[in-house]
């Protein structure tokens, strides 16, 4: 009896090897669909069917994603990875997913995330990174990000977004920001602009509100003037060490004493100048709208300038036209009757 159970069980396996169906997986191969969530799970499976679009391994205890996680899969399209312990991902954890499109790595304990992570993924359409701890994300992720769409980095850590990062998201639509502690300093003003040129193009974005500084804490960025920022600060120039000093006075070289008023002019003469501050697309539109009104209204007035002159000059005209054509009319009169009493 033993050994009729157990030649039962070991074709129950060789047939889900042969199948290529993970335990504790449910596969679907009319829709090329698998199903591991919610298994307790602290690995990727193995012998995934290598024909799988959609991967679901959400609600897991996964802490580790290891280098060529999904070599089995490499037509993978849908993967999921929300809600499990994730804290380390290696840099080539995804590599060989040529096709994958959606990628939901939210509720884990992500810190950050390297820039090397996403190289593999060049047809990447929707990235969720929300609810994890990320507190900085890279600058720049080269053409990984070209054909992104939607982009979640909700309630994390974040107090900074390079600019750059976004630049090279051309096709974004959906930006969820929301809820990180943003520093709404002069370093943000990059990223405000962008946002406001992103709203108008038709972009949707749920906003960032400020966590510091106090004055704009609670504040949404998008609704503070760009005027009130002032230019970051210049870092100070390296000042010349004792060290330095006495080695040259011990060589022989004779430093003069320096000039201060001098070394703060040159100083003031060098300095680079802030950047004039690019000009806000609706503040333009409405300073030509304004514009066009007060000429407008200025037409208008030389208008109705030029009308009453013209009839004022017509009733002068007809008031001293009056007395002179009725002056006249006796003349015309007298000369009339002398003309009928002269001999015929």
Not at 304 to 321: K, L, R, V
């Amino acid at each position: 009896m033993k050994g009729e159970l157990l030649l039962f069980s070991s074709v129950i396996v060789l047939l889900q090897v042969a199948c290529g169906c993970p335990d504790k997986c449910r596969c679907h191969s009319s829709t090329n669909f698998v199903d591991c969530s919610r298994q307790g799970l602290a690995e990727i499976p193995s012998h995934l069917p290598p024909q799988t679009r959609m991967l679901y391994l959400q609600d897991n205890q996964i802490h580790h994603l290891p280098a060529f996680a999904f070599r089995s899969v490499p037509w993978l399209m849908t993967l999921n990875l929300s809600n499990n312990s994730l804290s380390n991902l290696a840099p080539a954890a995804f590599h060989g997913l040529q096709h994958l499109q959606v990628l939901n790595l939210t509720q884990n304990s992500l810190l950050s995330l390297e820039s090397r992570l996403f190289h593999s993924l060049p047809q990447l359409r929707e990235l969720d990174l929300s609810s994890n701890n990320i507190s900085h994300l890279p600058t720049s992720l080269g053409k990984t990000w070209e054909n992104l769409t939607i982009l979640a980095v909700q309630q994390n850590q974040l107090q900074q977004l390079d600019r750059a990062l976004l630049e090279s998201m051309p096709s974004v639509r959906l930006l969820f920001l929301k809820d990180n502690l943003w520093n709404c300093n002069c370093h943000l003003l990059g990223l405000k602009l962008w946002l406001e040129k992103f709203v108008y193009k038709g972009g949707i974005t749920d906003g960032i509100i400020c966590g510091s500084p106090d004055i704009w804490k609670g504040k949404d960025l998008l609704r503070i003037p760009y005027e009130l920022y002032q230019p970051c600060p210049l870092p100070a120039p390296h000042p010349v060490s004792s060290q330095a000093q006495w080695q040259g006075s011990a060589h022989g070289v004779v430093l003069r004493p320096e000039n201060h008023n001098s070394g703060e002019r040159d100083l003031l003469e060098c300095e680079l100048k802030p950047k004039p501050r690019p000009a806000n697309l609706r503040h333009a539109i409405a300073t030509v709208i304004i514009t066009g009104v007060v000429c407008g209204i200025v037409c208008l007035m030389m208008l109705a300038a030029a009308i009453y002159g013209c009839t004022y000059a017509a009733i002068t005209a007809t008031y001293h036209g009056g007395p002179l054509a009725q002056t006249n009319e006796p003349g015309k009169a007298e000369a009339k009757e002398r003309f009928d009493s002269s001999p015929a």
